[in-house]
């Protein structure tokens, strides 16, 4: 014993010994962590970052000729794959997730070192360079985890980083979220990787096709127009930065660089943007294409209604319509060759066939009315998972040929689904993985559905009349193929009436009556389409109608009868046609302000403009103005004597009606859709814009002096806007100093912690302040915008 | 560059190799020159600083001794020619020349630290004083040098013994640098005593794969305890200190408890990282913590926590100021006028009183810290007065003081007092802490503290607490075994390689995975680095 622990210690000290033993260790330490660096670092399937890394390295050497760089707009904007079937031009879709400028830069140089002869054109995202845009750490690394370690990544890895430690968290992804094994679940422990090789080349689809549910008051419209060439904006000086030293790149390799704006960057796009980045472009020789604005909005035939999901992403089919404009730029005048004949690009064939095998089904669902050809669809072909709830009651229309088609395709309890029950069910790469049914047998259900007992998809169970079956709904959890955790619940009228559908406890489902369908892509782990069939009203759904809703009330039809989506693009599109004009107005060069803003209301082919006074509005009008009025045909306000009363409308047709009394009488004017009371000093002191008949409705005029004008869309009752002139604030540069001191009080004050009554106080402080609001947005019936613009931003920022 | 960076890793790896790598004469440059380039590092030009005291100390100690010397010298030579009486003058003449020159290496080196770290504090407090005179002092917020509350402990140590002819003063100023520069516990201590440490720095070490395994192991252990708990803990209870008036009553004991605990696995962590790579050195550095937390007195807590200071102070303050001639006339008059119990016991009071004023002051120029020191001094009094009065209490109440259970008793009385002290070291300001101790006794709130939602509201989610609870029990474990006398890294020794290895890469695991480090974490410096 005491001899081999002799021979034990000699060994120990022996070098060689020693050497090995810590070499052994330090290897299966390095093991270890690249064990944990694959559990820890997070997938980030949300917005394609993860297959859109993987997939460009699995690009054939130097075989992309252009790459797109920028944020979720780029990866929501174009498809590469749409572009080589149609040009023949090999792109791909580098766009991450709010990508900072830096980032780009790197990756670039990365598809350079990967595509040195191939590559010729760098798209660049103009939205990057904006002044807010300040990704946090989290971008940098949502951009460069994934990227292979390179030269490249190494010089990327000093750049980002501070300090050593923070530099080896750059490139040893565990060191940066070892802390998430708190957060650790099933799916982390699980990689699938997809089925075939559509990685989509980095695009990156939206579920939703059209401003579905979002206020189209609260969003952002395109440009459209440039009305103001002076103007500049400031740029980001971090992005500045990169973007520079990106022009000095691509010069020396040779690369041509265009910079681009989609028609959807609107939230923060104004003539300043344009202008400043036009200027930039310019002073570099870079091309610069702004799809805010026309020619280029009209040349891709941008609606906005179902083009973008939420006003700032592309859906489906605005990309498609940028991809198709982009591909014949890219083939024309960028020079880049149609490959499709190249048996070098013959891997695209595959790509191609993966992408219609994943995305026709996807494509073909969307357009398709009857909720049996909907999963039948998405069953044959495709790697995804359908969930199916349903609520309240999904039977009552279902015909007999939709329960056929459940049944055969393995959806028996759905096909036999009774009257408010429950149903979960769930499709797994066609197959039918789960079903469950909970018989609401509190309620008996309405002729016919009871007689049928024939075929076996029609027989019903018999129906017994239970009060104790239970209130709750019926639950299901499992988890995805992809280890995600998936809640689905369903309840009928007595279970809860509810529809619900978690993974990873998000809520999917539309939760509306009928079947609601969430379809997974199990290849992007993330939902692609959500859809909601109410089959107790009607067997099938109704598309949303893409026509034009102006063509509709032109012809006759009223707005009420619009469908929502159409109400909605109708009053985006008034919208965006006003921010237009109103920008067109503010920066006029008339003074003063106030007759050159009713001038140019003045015969709007939808407009109509309100007026009214209150306490003094006379001693606000110079001779200049009332001779400017007289002529447009507002007689008694240009002959209007001190604190007396006064109401006038000027309607869509440009016919006149005025009102003026004494400051002892009350003046007013009453429609059937509106109503206008001014009372002068000894009358009551008061004045009352109502848009809504018989005393009903806000009244949008504040309680200041002066005159209050208000403009509005009579069809839809959209206010477009509202200015309060009084002596102070007559002329433009003074209503765009109130109009920005009335936002910014709105802004302080929205932050308490009741932002609608903040707002209102808000207002009332403006009016008393004497100060003008210019923007409906920051004025009565929009008093609500500000805030829900913020929080629709904000929610927008963060969903990304 | 901290005992949790990477880039120490980096530094230690690199320096192990060197100094193996060196010829062995030399092994000694090796570590100086990393000792210096670890301070460098960290403080850039402050490295002056510690250069200057270095000098100093350098230059007094062989100054004392040769004062010393010719103390001997004069009376070798006068010898035979003076009686008894002459030759105890000539000694006393050479003390007190000596001492002397002690004094001037003592003002010399403490009044840096004075300087540097206490002058915004006088400064503050001369101010209200001045103020009718219409003087403000000026601030000045000096940089710190890195650990000058620890080097300067140990050059009047140095020069105390060189003083005391314990030590003999060094003769090459570039080891004495490595001496007092040495990079593993030039942070935070320990402070080491030079006939301690200094031979052990200067000789060279051959290679040792077991002590290099046991120092990674006790250096994986400090971090273990300071990255796992430590600053895991830091969480919670800085909610509450920063928030203290919105908690109330055992909450706020809970807190004070945990910092309690932050502050030993902080500094205790510290500790077994510095002692690990000395170890992985084949240096040697002084225990500084014995498990506190089973002390049984606060006697005997100070005993077992920052060993090296309680250490300084009993040999450079409280033996000192206790043995001294002017303590010796206290005690006699005050016997004469309160009585032998009182008389007898009075300048060992005053002493410890002392202590543990500087105690507080040395952590820190502030009056919370003047009060945590007299927190503690208070019952370390009542344990020079009070103790034949305890035994009393126990015999009427017939209490057996060797069981288990007045051990237990005893260990929980001692963590609740050393618990409320920390109310004064964390506490905001002095008043905070006033106020927060108020609370703990005027509002009780019966166990609020335990529900989940109050826990989930201290910035902890609910695994973390899970995690806490678990490496706490763990340490526990880990003390109770040394407290038994059980090394358990001798212990993992005997086991077989396959087992032995799955221990180290489940330790580093534990570190690497539930440790709060990295760019995501805004890592809380060693706390005792900040004295």
Known sequence: MLHKQANDTNEQTQPRFVALRIAGFAAILLLLLSCANTLFQP??????????????????????????????????????????????????????????????????????????????????????????????????????DNMQLSPVKLEAAQDLAQDPDEFFSYLVPSFAYHDRWSSLNYSDFIKNEPTNSAFYRGYNTTYSQYLEGTDPAAVATPLATVTDNQKQAQLNADALVYFERLVTYCREQNLRLVVFATPTSGWSWSDGEHNAIDNLTSRYGITFLDFEVNPLLDEIAFNPNFDTTDSYHLSYSGAAKLS???????????????????????????????????FDPLHGALEETDPAEYVKGLMASGNYTLLITAKDDATKSLTATQRKTFWGLGLTDLATLGYHDAYVGMVTNGTVAYEAVKKDTSTAPPSPLTSQTSPPYLAYDDISFDKDMGSQPLTYETLLTDGRRCTLKSGGP?????????????????????????????????????????????????????????????????????????????????????????????????????????????????????????????????????????????????????????????????????ASASDSDVASIQAQDFELESAGWAAGNRAIIRIAAGGYGTNHATNARGLHALVYDPVSGEIVEQVNF??????????????????STTATTATGADATGATGANVTDVADAGAVTGDAAATTPAQEATPLEDATQQNDLEAE | MSFTDLAFFAFVGVTILA????????????????SLAFYWINSGWLLLILLATVAVTFGVALWIEASNKRGKDELAAAGKKLDRAEKKALRAKAKKRSRRILALGVCLVLGALLLLKYYDFFADNAAGLLKPLGITPPHFAFLLPLGISFYTLQ????????????????????????????????????????????????????????????????????????????????????????????????????????????????????????????QMLGIELELNFKQPYFSTSIEDFWRRWHITLGSWMKNYVFYPLSLSKAFANLSRKSRRFLGDFVGKRL????????????????????????????????????GILLP???????????????????????????????????????GETLEAAWQMFGSIFAEWNNFTWLSESTRLSLGLTERNWMLLFAAIAVLVWVDRKHEHGIHLREAIDRQRLPLRWIIYYGGIAAVFVFGMWGPAFDASSFIYGRF
């Open chain 1, 324 to 358: 198709s404009w982009i591909a014949r730029y890219l083939h024309n005048e960028c020079q880049l060759a149609d490959v499709r004949s190249d048996p070098k690009y013959s891997f695209m064939e595959q790509e191609v066939k993966d992408w219609h095998a994943k």
């Open chain 2, 19 to 34: 100094y193996f790598v060196t010829p062995k004469r030399f092994r000694w440059v090796t570590l100086l020159v990393a």
């Open chain 2, 347 to 382: 300048p060992p009071i005053l002493a410890m009183f002392t202590v543990y004023f500087l105690v507080g002051f040395w952590h820190g120029a502030d009056w919370k810290y003047i009060m945590y020191g007299v927190w503690n001094g208070i019952f370390l009094v009542a």
């Open chain 2, 388 to 426: 034949e009065q305890y035994a009393k209490w126990a015999d009427k109440l017939h209490i057996d003081r060797e069981s288990f259970y007045w051990r237990t008793f005893q260990i929980v009385r001692t963590f609740i007092i050393c618990s409320l002290g920390r109310l004064f070291s964390r």
């Open chain 1, 726 to 743: 009084t002596q102070e604030v007559r002329t433009r540069d003074e209503v765009a100093a109130a109009t920005a001191a009335a936002q």
């Open chain 1, 494 to 658: 007595n279970m809860g009436n509810t529809s619900s559908c978690t993974i990873d406890d998000n809520e999917n489902s539309p939760d509306s009556r009928g079947l609601n369908i969430v379809v997974y892509d199990n290849d992007t782990h993330r939902v692609v389409n959500t859809a909601n069939f109410d089959t107790f009203a009607e067997a099938e759904r109704t598309l949303a109608d893409r026509s034009n809703p102006e063509e509709l009330i032109a012809k006759g039809n009223s707005y009420e009868t619009l469908q929502p989506a159409q109400k909605s693009l109708y009053r985006y599109n008034m919208r965006a046609l006003h921010d237009t004009r109103a920008r067109q107005v503010a920066s006029g060069s008339h003074i003063p302000y106030i007759a050159q803003f009713l001038k140019d209301y003045m015969g709007n082919a939808q407009l109509r403009v309100l007026l009214c006074a209150k306490d003094e509005a006379a001693q606000l009008l110079s001779t200049e103005d009332c001779k400017a009025l007289a002529d447009m045909g507002l007689v008694q306000l240009a002959n209007l004597n001190y604190r007396e009363s006064y109401c006038a409308v000027i309607n869509a047709d440009g016919t006149i009606q005025e």
């Open chain 1, 43 to 144: 997938a980030w399937y949300e917005w394609n970052n993860y297959h859109t890394h993987r997939g460009f390295y699995q690009q054939p050497n130097d075989t992309v000729e252009a790459i797109f760089l920028g944020a979720s707009m780029t990866v929501n904007g174009f498809i590469p794959t749409q572009m080589y079937e149609e040009q023949g031009v090999c792109a791909y879709n580098l766009g991450t997730e709010i990508q900072p400028p830096m980032m780009s830069y790197y990756w670039t140089k990365e598809a350079k070192r990967l595509h040195p002869n191939a590559l010729k054109v760098v798209m660049f995202d103009a939205s990057q360079l904006r002044k807010p845009s300040s990704p946090t750490i989290s971008f940098y690394h949502k951009a460069f």
């Open chain 2, 155 to 278: 050059a009047i140590a140095y020069m105390t013994d060189v003083f005391r002819g314990k030590v003999k003063a060094d003769r090459n100023f570039l080891k004495f640098t490595l001496f007092m520069s040495f990079f593993p516990q030039i942070v935070q201590g320990p402070i080491p005593r030079h006939a301690q440490l200094a031979k052990q720095l200067y000789e060279p070490h051959d290679f040792d794969y077991t002590r290099l395994c046991h120092g990674a192991q006790l250096a994986l252990w400090g971090l273990f305890q300071k990255m796992v708990i430590a600053d895991r803990l830091a969480v919670p209870v800085g909610q509450v200190f920063e928030n203290y008036t919105q908690y109330h009553g055992l909450m706020l004991f809970v807190a004070a408890a945990g910092y309690g605990l932050q502050v030993y696995t902080d500094f205790s962590g510290g500790m077994d990282v510095a002692r690990g790579v000395a």
